[in-house]
């Protein structure tokens, strides 16, 4: 969940993921459209993350997401473009 300039985003499928991390992905520019949706694996509250994230609101929609191989893939990145 993020919060910012007053409006809370929350991780959910819209979320776009990958494995790797190639020049400028992290740039509002880039061009994630060969990056897939992640994948949710649960709301707030399930494994791994239970409810013991400090901080985090009790009652939060935002969704455990991660690449389609929750198992298998040991590192992913995230992108989420905020326009306004």
Do not use: C, H, M
């Not at 459209?33 to 009652?59: D, K, L």
């Amino acid at each position: 969940e993020i919060d910012w300039d007053g409006v809370t985003f929350v991780s959910d499928t819209s979320w776009k993921v990958s494995t790797t991390a190639p020049a400028g992905w992290n740039q509002g520019s880039f061009d994630d459209s060969a990056w897939y949706n992640a994948t949710s694996y649960g709301t707030y509250g399930v494994r791994p993350w239970r409810t013991g994230v400090a901080g985090f609101p009790a009652g939060s929609s935002a969704e455990w997401i991660w690449t389609n191989d929750n198992d298998g893939d040991n590192q992913a990145y995230f992108r989420l473009v905020i326009s306004g």
